[in-house]
């Protein structure tokens, strides 16, 4: 569940950053790639402190993933990915909340799941 919600306000962010780009403002998803790197930041400092195995190691899954965010947010920026619609962003595995079926989505290019 933590790793869903991680990845529907990853998809969140990134949409919002895009968007930006879309409107001339370049340093959109630069401003995603921050937020990302501080996060990370907070979880390396948690995982430093006491925890036990168990939660240690779900804390060290949740690293792994929002590493691999943070590593396509630097693919997206160094492509010049600049709207919603550019390949690079599509090909993403894209988590959505959907209000209207209280349920998540998943969708990548044009395929979409119901979580």
């Known amino acids: 569940l933590l ?3 991680g990845q529907t306000s990853w998809t969140v962010d990134c949409e919002k950053g895009l968007a930006e780009c879309e409107k001339g403002n370049r340093a959109g998803m630069r401003t995603v790639k921050k937020k990302q790197v501080s996060m990370l930041n907070k979880y390396a400092e948690m995982v430093r ?3 036990s195995k168990l939660n ?3 804390v060290v899954a949740i690293i792994t993933i929002e590493v691999h965010a943070r590593d396509v ?3 997206m920026i160094k492509v010049g990915t600049t709207y919603l619609s550019d390949f ?3 090909s993403q595995l894209r988590f959505y909340w959907d209000k209207d ?3 998540c989505l998943i969708k ?7 979580y």
């Open 56 to 58: 240690r190691n779900k």
């Open 3 to 5: 790793i869903t919600a």
């Open 73 to 75: 947010i630097d693919r």
């Open 101 to 103: 079926i209280d349920d």
């Open 108 to 114: 990548q290019n044009q395929s979409l799941f119901v």
């Open 49 to 51: 402190g006491q925890m």
């Open 88 to 90: 690079e962003w599509m």
